[in-house]
């Protein structure tokens, strides 16, 4: 599951330049290449990869820009390894950089808040040669109206939330259609809090007959006209950011309008609807204890998730829980280069940080063992609608099993 920007990058790259796109999660990053920008962006502790590639590049006499969202929480600490920094959206930036670039007076650091969300047509040609999946990414908003404290999204964005013109998003799918592609990834943070806008986007999708997934809020359980509506349009998997069983935990990340005791319900509610749930979860917030890390193994496997995914709560720079963990003296490992996302940096409420990093993997290895990778993927009621969903599903998840049992937490790059 490849990122937008790079696409949308080259869109936004006047045609005079001649840009080319390296995922290195799929191909060799080319060292030995003739471009005179390297541009590199991340996500999560991948940008400790990141400054290894700036460093190589640097060495080789290259400018190098560095953007993404850690750059973005950190610039300061991104500019030691690169001539510039891109802070947040590059929409309105991107060409003045490449000028200054052209002319030799390139800036430190590139920031401008966007008042709305136009995007070009993203070149998706540039990634057909690659060793892709079966689908490509659309973008319907950026940002959030939620203000969960440990997320990145809401330190960079505040609450803000901004929303592409239908006709924008239907333009990006039709070029998808045209590539011979049935499927896109839509890209939100949390697409369904614009009721009217999502219904109208679910209007002109369903038009394509093609088959989409995204991310939003689970609290979409409570309007069933609206799932009705999106099901029907095509889309046949939602991934939620459940982060915790615990309601202290909840609220101590401020997101307390999410309540666990109904997370079953909502659940059956939405898979009645023939869609299919991933799950995201952070262990070790203020409710966390021992018992509730086991407990939330069982939760998994008893609502038969699809697709979960665990990461140990993590007070990266530049968020506000960090500068709550700091504030009470509770950062445990002080060294930010470390952080990962499955070691404890920080001193739990109800543990200790080393009984949290082993509580984590604990819980992946029981969420991961084989029955219960059966359980979920292949005993359900939509083994008898969706076989090749379900089969799909569960070697997904046998690929995690062998990448836990290599110590590599599946997707969290």
Known sequence: MYGLALPLLAALTPEEYEVSLCYETIEDVPFDTDADLIGISSMGHAVIRTIDIAKKF?????????????VSLMPKEAEKYCDSVMIGDAEE?????????????????????????KTPL??????????IGNFLPVQAGRGCPKT??????????????LKRDIDEVVRDIRKIKELGFNR??????????????????????????????????????????LLKIISKSGCFALSFG??????????????????????????????SFRIDISTEMVVGAEGDTLESIKETAKFISN?????????????????????????????????????????????????????????????????????????????????ITRPFDCLFYFFVNIYYKKQIKNGIVPNII
């Open 58 to 70: 640097k060495e080789l006499g290259k400018t190098v820009i560095l953007g993404g969202y850690m």
């Open 93 to 117: 930036t991107w060409a003045e950089m490449l000028n200054d670039f052209s002319r030799g007076t390139l800036k430190k650091a590139y920031q401008k808040k966007l008042a709305e969300l």
């Open 122 to 131: 993203p070149k998706y040609e540039l990634l057909l040669n690659k060793k």
């Open 148 to 161: 969960c404290s440990f997320c990145s999204v809401y330190c960079l964005y505040k609450g803000q939330y």
């Open 184 to 225: 896109f990834l839509l890209l939100d943070d949390n697409i369904f809090s614009d009721r009217d806008y999502a219904i109208k986007l679910c209007t002109e999708i369903k038009k394509f007959k093609m088959r989409w997934m995204t991310q939003c809020s689970i609290d979409i359980a409570k309007d069933p006209e």
């Open 242 to 271: 459940l982060e915790s069983i615990s309601k202290e935990s909840l609220v101590s990340m401020n997101k307390a309008w999410a309540n666990p005791s109904n997370y079953s319900e909502q659940i059956k509610i939405i898979r």
């Open 303 to 383: 609502n038969h998730i699809a697709v979960p995914r665990f990461y140990i709560l993590t007070p990266i720079p530049g968020t506000k829980y960090y500068e709550d963990m700091k504030k009470q003296d509770r950062i445990y490992n002080k060294n930010i280069y470390s952080y990962n996302g499955s070691e404890a940096v920080h001193i739990p409420k109800n543990m200790t940080p080393e009984e949290l990093t082993e509580s984590y993997w604990n819980l992946y290895n029981e969420v991961f063992k084989i029955r219960n990778i059966i359980k979920r993927t292949l005993l359900t009621k939509q083994i």
